[in-house]
Nanobody, 121 residues
Framework: QVQLVESGGDSAQSGGSLRLSCVAS????????LAWFRQVPGKGREQVAS???????DYTNSVKGRFTISHDNAKNTLYLQMNSLKAEDTAMYYC???????????????WGQGTQVTVSS
């Protein structure tokens, strides 16, 4: 069973930057999608960014131009570089995995435990 472990969550000032990491316990193979989600209390989980095994990326509109998702195959680590942070980026951030290459469709089946990002204005 694949396990995902996030890190890098912290407090930051508005306009600042953070980089989240997500390490997978086993090498990824075949067609798959990795994604970052975020959730604030009382709201549903939002898909923030995704990357598939072909390195195609996608972002929700609110983070386009500010966040960058990447995956280091050698380190088996997913990253989310977050720049120009805003207070509304405050949330628990989760990484997740699903099979297939269409990252916006289908259920993500493996989830990390989450890492908290807090942005103060």
């Amino acid at each position: 069973q694949v396990q995902l472990v996030e890190s890098g969550g912290d407090s930051a000032q508005s306009g600042g930057s953070l980089r989240l990491s997500c390490v997978a316990s086993v090498l990824m193979y075949g067609t798959s999608c990795l994604a970052w989600f975020r959730q604030v209390p009382g709201k549903g989980r939002e898909q923030v960014a995704s990357i598939n095994s072909g390195k195609t990326t996608d972002y929700t509109n609110s983070v386009k131009g500010r966040f960058t998702i990447s995956h280091d195959n050698a380190k088996n680590t997913l990253y989310l570089q977050m720049n120009s942070l805003k207070a509304e980026d405050t949330a628990m951030y989760y990484c997740a995995l699903k099979r297939g290459t269409v990252c916006s469709l289908g259920a993500y089946v493996i989830w990390g435990q989450g890492t908290q990002v807090t942005v103060s204005s």
